[in-house]
T-cell receptor
Framework: TQLLEQSPQFLSIQEGENLTVYCNSS?????LQWYRQEPGEGPVLLVT?????EVKKLKRLTFQFGDARKDSSLHITAAQTGDTGLYLC???????????FGTGTRLKVLA | DVKVTQSSRYLVKRTGEKVFLECVQD?????MFWYRQDPGLGLRLIYF???????EKGDIPEGYSVSREKKERFSLILESASTNQTSMYLC?????????????FGDGTRLSIL
């Protein structure tokens, strides 16, 4: 069974701080996605990375896919209260419609 | 924008009841998925469908069945509800055959089995 481990599980920081969330697996994925979920809503896609070593930036968020396509990280610069939410990574193996979701990182940014 | 609509936001049922959760998407997506979300366990795939009348088991199909009679609608059925099926249920859809397609989620149904 493929697993995706996220760390940390919980993170509480002050506005303006930087943070990194990790998503790790022993399996290779053809692509990896990051989602954010707010209370009472479904997850919303932030980014998809498909190439080993790929780095994508979305304003203050930087996403990196590991060279071996087994891991990924999400770095947030100068966190804002609006970044509060549950961050989920999801990996897809080649030739499958299935996505394996990580356990999630619950981020709280305090004003 | 893709819209995935789940029929109920909150649902309370009794043990042994047959429960139907409905999901409709409006973007002609081939793939549809049912997940359950529990604290500390993330999203776990129950069933998915890649075409009308086609379905495949996910990681935790026991106690559930699904129906996809029309492309836009994917139903999750709890044959005989049990308390351990109390959870948040999320439906999603995606376009195409490759895993790099984004999944679009509904807002979830919080189901309580008493």
């Amino acid at each position: 069974t493929q697993l995706l481990e996220q760390s940390p599980q919980f993170l509480s920081i002050q506005e303006g701080e930087n943070l990194t969330v990790y998503c790790n697996s022993s399996s290779v994925f053809s692509s990896l996605q990051w989602y954010r979920q707010e209370p009472g809503e479904g997850p919303v896609l932030l980014v998809t990375v498909v190439t080993g070593g790929e780095v994508k930036k979305l304003k203050r968020l930087t996403f990196q896919f590991g060279d071996a396509r087994k891991d990924s990280s999400l770095h947030i610069t100068a966190a804002q209260t609006g970044d509060t939410g549950l961050y989920l990574c999801a990996g897809a193996a080649s030739g499958t419609y299935k996505y394996i979701f990580g356990t999630g990182t619950r981020l709280k940014v305090l004003a | 924008d893709v819209k995935v609509t789940q029929s109920s936001r909150y649902l309370v049922k009794r043990t042994g009841e047959k429960v139907f959760l409905e999901c409709v998407q409006d973007m002609d997506h081939e793939n549809m998925f049912w997940y359950r979300q529990d604290p500390g366990l993330g999203l776990r795939l129950i069933y998915f469908s890649y075409d009308v009348k086609m379905k495949e088991k996910g990681d935790i199909p026991e106690g559930y069945s699904v129906s996809r009679e029309k492309k836009e609608r994917f139903s999750l059925i709890l044959e005989s509800a049990s308390t351990n099926q109390t959870s948040m249920y999320l439906c999603a859809s995606s376009l195409g055959w490759e895993g790099n397609q984004p999944q679009h989620f509904g807002d979830g149904t919080r189901l309580s089995i008493l």
